[in-house]
């Protein structure tokens, strides 16, 4: 009697699927470069799209944001408070949409930078023609390492700081979390939480 014949089975994945993301910052060059070397940093680049969309502004942001999710499972807006007086219309427009998350800073990136080196809730007020993220980067160049950092100018900000790294991750989340706690998000930053989501996307998850 010839044997039976077994049914091909498909073997389970292993893994779970990990999801597709895309981050669309408000700079051209300091964030966004940060972001591409901390994504690859954890492995996390194949499923990472990190973008600039010709656009500085929060809302115009949040539009193109729109426009591209479809093809994504999650999009992030890294964007700054500063001076943006379109800020909480483009806020109230992300919460419309449920792929889209803000990864806001107050007032803007480099309070991310610092935070690397100190703990601080001192908020940041423009003064005159020194918007607040001025006065930020004023105080991020008194800082032994950083009196050169120029916006936009600065090259391999991750891997320079990547000793750091832990202490900002657990500076921000304090930070966050007083600021909430207190009703005032000047100054802060969810810039860790990104940092979190490259860290889970590039490691694989048992199903």
Not at 129 to 137: A, I, P, T, W
Not at 158 to 171: N, S, T
Request: glycine share 4%.
């Amino acid at each position: 009697m010839a044997p039976k014949s077994t049914p091909f089975e498909r073997k389970k994945p292993r893994f779970k699927q990990q999801e597709l993301v895309l981050v669309i910052c408000e700079d051209t060059k300091s964030c966004l470069q940060y972001l591409e070397d901390a994504a690859r940093h954890f492995r996390a680049d194949a499923k990472v799209e990190i973008a600039h969309c010709g656009k500085t502004d929060p809302l115009n942001i949040v539009t193109k944001a729109i426009e591209r999710q479809r093809y994504f499972d999650r999009v992030y807006c890294a964007i700054d408070r500063d001076r943006h007086e379109n800020f909480d219309e483009a806020l109230n427009l992300a919460k419309e949409n449920k792929k889209i998350s803000i990864i806001a800073s107050y007032p803007c990136y480099e309070f991310w930078l610092l935070l690397h080196f100190q703990k601080t809730r001192k908020p940041y007020t423009g003064v005159g023609k020194n918007s607040s993220g001025d006065l930020l980067g004023k105080d991020l160049r008194k800082i032994a390492g950083m009196e050169n950092y120029e916006k936009g100018s600065s090259e391999n900000l991750f891997d320079q700081l990547i000793d750091r790294l832990p202490k900002a991750r657990k500076f921000a989340a304090q930070v966050m979390q007083e600021a909430l706690n207190d009703g005032e998000l000047n100054p802060s930053t969810r810039l860790h939480e990104l940092i979190e989501k490259f860290e889970r996307l590039g490691t694989p998850e048992l199903v």
